[in-house]
């Protein structure tokens, strides 16, 4: 069974600090892992998609690579502003049959101060 | 734009009472979804459906069932509600045409309370 995990659950960094967020998985047979993003009481948005057989992808200052030998996914966050606060979560997709789940990770809250 | 809604930001329902949780879409996607989403557990799949009248169990299904009797709407039921279906709620979709990324569009999610 697929398990997705975060680390850190929370992390707080001043205003123009760059930072790593890390996920990791269990089952290495991904079709693709996902970054989203999520502001309290809200939806999730997606924020970078990469395919099993991508490394990475970059939006901005966002860039989310992707290791799937090791199962890692890290998103990289540079010159991080306060409106970066939120909860990151990651997710792989995983194919069971003729099923297209997703498996989240519990999500890292990000503070970002002024 | 695709826009996924749900019927309620906000429920407050006793404990044995029968919920009904709606989800709509308006991009005419085949697949929907109901997830729950609690502290420090993530996201997990409830149920999901590729088409209309056809469902299918997730990871944690016990206590839910689903209806989908037309395209654009999803509804999640809590037969009679319990203390430890208190969670956020949430709701996709996505298209079965979509064969490369299988994007899936979230609603804002129902926090329920049974109290």
């Known amino acids: 069974k697929q398990e997705v995990t975060q680390i850190p659950a929370a992390l707080s960094v001043p205003e123009g600090e760059n930072l790593v967020l890390n996920c990791s998985f269990t089952?290495?047979?991904?079709?693709?892992l996902q970054w989203f993003r999520q502001d309290p009481g809200k939806g999730l948005t997606s924020l970078l998609l990469?395919?099993?057989?991508?490394r990475e992808q970059t939006s901005g200052r966002l860039n989310a690579s992707l290791d799937k030998s090791s199962g890692r996914s890290t998103l990289y966050i540079a010159a991080s502003q306060p409106g970066d606060s939120a909860t990151y979560l990651c997710?792989?997709?995983?194919?069971?049959?003729?099923?297209?789940?997703?498996?989240f990770g519990s999500g890292t809250q990000l503070t970002v101060l002024p | 734009d695709v826009k996924v809604t749900q019927s309620s930001r906000y429920l407050v329902k006793r404990t044995g009472e029968k919920v009904f949780l709606e989800c709509v879409q308006d991009m005419d996607h085949e697949n929907m979804f109901w997830y729950r989403q609690d502290p420090g557990l993530g996201l997990r799949l409830i149920y999901f459906s590729y088409d209309v009248k056809m469902k299918e169990k997730g990871d944690i299904p016990e206590g839910y069932s689903v209806s989908r009797e037309k395209k654009e709407r999803f509804s999640l039921i809590l037969e009679s509600a319990s203390t430890n279906q208190t969670s956020m709620y949430l709701c996709?979709?996505?298209?079965?045409?979509?064969?490369?990324?299988?994007?899936?569009?979230f609603g804002p999610g129902t926090r329920l309370t049974v109290l």
């Open positions: 089952d290495s047979a991904i079709y693709n």
């Open positions: 996709a979709s996505s298209h079965s045409r979509d064969r490369i990324s299988y994007t899936q569009y």
């Open positions: 997710a792989v997709l995983r194919m069971t049959g003729s099923a297209r789940q997703l498996t």
């Open positions: 990469i395919q099993s057989s991508q």
